[in-house]
Structure formats: C-alpha cells, structure tokens
Nanobody, 134 residues
Framework: EVQLVESRGGLVQTGGSLRLSCAAS??????????IGWFRQAPGKEREGVSC????????HYADSVKGRFTISSDKAKNTVYLQMNSLKPEDTAVYFC?????????????????????????WGQGTQVTVSS
C-alpha cells in the first residue's frame, strides 16, 4: 500500500521560511520512477500544483507563483521529497499535499503540463496546514 506522509506544517511570519517533507513508502516500482508533486489548496479555491520532481529524469517544475522562492529536492536513500519554502507570503497560506504518480516524465511536454494537475496523480498524502501571517 502506497503511503505518503507529509511533515507538520506550521505558522510563520511573512518573509519567513519553512521546509515540508513527504516520506513515501509502499511503492511497487522504484522510488526514482515516480514523479512526486506538491499541491496546495486554500479555502474556497481549487487545488493547485506548486512543484514537481522527477528523480530519475532530473527534472523539476515550479508554478510561476513560487519560482525563485520554493525549491523541491529529494533524498533517494530516505524515499523523501522536500519542499523548501522561502520568502513566504500570506497568499501561500493553504493546506499542502504531496502526491505521487508512476511514470510521469517531465521531459515529455504533455507530462510536464500534466504534472501540475491534481488529476494526474494516483497517490496522495493527508495534507498539512501552512499559515503565513501578515
């Protein structure tokens, strides 16, 4: 059974930093062959893609709203993906989810586009709240 467990989020002030982690287990295939994405959902809004990493292909993807502020990385030995969030803004406040999908290849244009869409992912974590105070 695939499990994705996000670390606890938290409350930070504007301009602050926070690192989220997503620990993965139970994959049928190698961790490297999965794309791991981070999504967020604010109250009353749709779930939006934040960032994605495709370990075996060495590719990452960021939403325009977080480029230059967020960094996604992975520790293959720990089957864990991290999202380092810097220069946080109140509009970053949301529940953050990690998600996984096997075989999503960010080198392929269609997959790159799909990597920011929640419907492309089969496996999801439970979500963690991040609140940025102004």
């Amino acid at each position: 059974e695939v499990q994705l467990v996000e670390s606890r989020g938290g409350l930070v002030q504007t301009g602050g930093s926070l690192r989220l982690s997503c620990a993965a287990s139970g994959f049928t295939f190698a961790f490297d062959d999965y794309a791991i994405g981070w999504f967020r959902q604010a109250p009353g809004k749709e779930r939006e893609g934040v960032s994605c990493i495709n370990n075996s292909k060495g590719k990452t993807h960021y939403a325009d709203s977080v480029k230059g502020r967020f960094t996604i990385s992975s520790d293959k030995a720990k089957n864990t993906v991290y999202l380092q969030m810097n220069s946080l803004k109140p509009e970053d406040t949301a529940v953050y989810f990690c998600a996984a999908e096997w075989g999503l290849d960010l080198r392929i244009k269609d997959d790159y586009t799909r990597s920011s869409q929640a419907g492309a992912y089969a496996y999801w974590g439970q979500g963690t709240q991040v609140t940025v105070s102004s």
